[in-house]
């Protein structure tokens, strides 16, 4: 989970872990790169707006060095152009912030479905 919003960060986290995901959490793209040296992972959700690396220069860098990676970009400031160039980069999904649990189950069980065969 990556998003600089602490509140927003610890919530989803916990939804998340509530849903049996093992869940760490970082405070922005800078961080979560480092952390992805480190540990491998199945999923990244991130912020799309961020300070010092916002969600669509890190998915850039994901595309960069972890290009096989399932992600989800959430946003409370969606819009057209950044849900197309996301989707582009080749997030799996993007979903507005507040993030509803039943969404995001469902996109996590297409994400796993897909990512099992």
Do not use: C, W
Not at 9 to 37: M, P, Q, T, W
Not at 42 to 47: A, F, M, Q, Y
Not at 90 to 98: Q, S
């Amino acid at each position: 989970m990556v998003d600089d919003e602490e509140n927003a960060r610890i919530g989803l986290s916990r939804l998340l872990a509530k849903e049996g995901f093992l869940v760490d959490s970082v405070a922005n793209g800078f961080e979560a790169l480092n952390y992805l040296r480190e540990q491998e992972v199945n999923l990244i959700v991130t912020d799309i707006n961020m300070p010092e690396m916002n969600g669509i220069t890190f998915l850039k860098e994901l595309n960069r060095s972890y290009p096989s990676s399932n992600v989800i970009m959430i946003t409370a400031y969606g819009g057209v152009e950044s849900y197309i160039e996301a989707m582009n980069l080749g997030a799996f999904e993007y979903i507005n912030k507040p993030v509803k649990i039943d969404e995001l189950k469902s996109i996590l069980k297409k994400i796993f479905k897909e990512t099992s065969h």
